[in-house]
């Protein structure tokens, strides 16, 4: 799944996950896989099986250098998120953020989700494999 996200502005708040995610292999709100760019400039891909929370990976944001990278407003982010098999792969702006292996779930939709932006979203596509 890809799409691109244009946070206009962020909304107060103190919360460490305040940024835009992309699902995985969704199930219910309690089972599913999630990749996300947040506010403070980390990605990570969690796991959420019957409501708890696993980090899978984590990390800077960065650039295709490997240099930190900002997440800003008033710019477009194409974010993607692959799960083929049991890796799951998430990029920003074509550049890979992170990698990892988990067979958890083998099945599952896809979606997305903000938290405390307002975000305008485009080009969304889903392709299966």
């Known amino acids: 799944m890809s799409a691109r996200f244009y946070v206009d502005s962020w909304q107060a708040t ?40 696993t980090t899978l990976a984590d990390g800077p944001f960065h650039d295709a250098s490997g240099n930190p990278r900002a997440f800003n407003t008033d710019q477009w982010y194409k974010l993607t998120f692959s799960v083929i098999g049991n890796l799951l792969t998430f990029t920003v702006d074509g550049v890979p953020q992170l990698a990892v292996a988990c067979g958890t779930f083998g099945w599952g939709t896809m979606g997305i989700r903000t938290d405390y932006a307002n975000v305008y979203l485009d080009d969304m596509t889903v392709s299966t494999n």
């Open 14 to 53: 103190s919360s460490s996950w305040q940024g835009v995610h992309l699902f995985g292999r969704y199930r219910t709100e309690d089972n599913l896989y999630v990749a996300s760019l947040r506010r403070d400039g980390s990605v990570v891909i969690k796991k959420v099986v019957d409501n708890v929370y």
